[in-house]
């Protein structure tokens, strides 16, 4: 089954995002944080079916090198990238061969839509959560006129350029059930 599609969109939709130093960004940003200690990767997948299970027809996933996601495609002693499955970290291993699966393309970066949340969220939080990605892709809904990422920590950052309907009762459900920073 597919997990991604490549919707053949190399830009990131959001002009306005600073995707270098995302706090430079022309936006707003909140952080949101989990208030629970249980199993970061359950918490974190019920925040994002919480806070963006209505908008996830919306939302397109960036990467600016899906192949490089995680750390350990990168290999020190031939200074160069190694992309074979089974030299790879547990976590590595479900997130390449989910690349493959869904035929996204060696070197590929740019925008994919996904298409089953329930697989894709597990893997790209186990490798974020353990280290071996050092970074989350970036969510955005081009509609909204938002993004956010996940963090290691079990927050997400969240970045937006106006407070909209959408983002005023998204910021009012995760006042409710989590720790709000701005």
């Known amino acids: 089954m597919i997990i991604l599609e ?3 969109q190399a830009d990131f ?7 270098n130093s995302y706090r430079n960004s022309d936006s707003f940003r909140k952080e949101i944080y989990l208030k629970d200690d249980g199993n970061i990767i359950e918490e974190l997948i019920f925040l994002f079916y919480t806070l963006f299970g209505k908008l ?8 600016k090198s899906w192949w490089d996601f995680c750390l350990d495609t ?6 160069q990238y190694d992309y074979e499955i089974d030299t790879k970290s547990k976590e590595t291993q479900e997130y390449l061969k989910m690349l493959k699966i869904s035929s996204i393309e060696l070197g590929f970066s740019g925008c994919c839509k996904c298409k089953d949340w329930d697989t894709f969220l597990p893997i790209i939080l186990r490798c974020i959560v353990s280290h071996q990605a050092p970074y989350s892709p970036i969510f955005c809904d081009a509609v909204n006129d938002f993004f956010f990422y996940f963090h290691y920590s079990g927050s997400i950052g969240l970045y937006y350029k106006n407070e909209n309907n959408t983002i005023k ?11 709000l920073k701005s």
Do not use: F, M
């Open 13 to 19: 939709p959001l002009k306005w995002a600073d995707l």
């Open 74 to 79: 990168w290999n020190a002693d031939k200074d």
């Open 6 to 8: 490549n919707i053949h």
């Open 169 to 179: 009762e998204l910021l009012e459900n995760a006042s409710d059930k989590y720790t």
């Open 56 to 63: 996830k027809e919306n939302l397109i996933i960036y990467d």
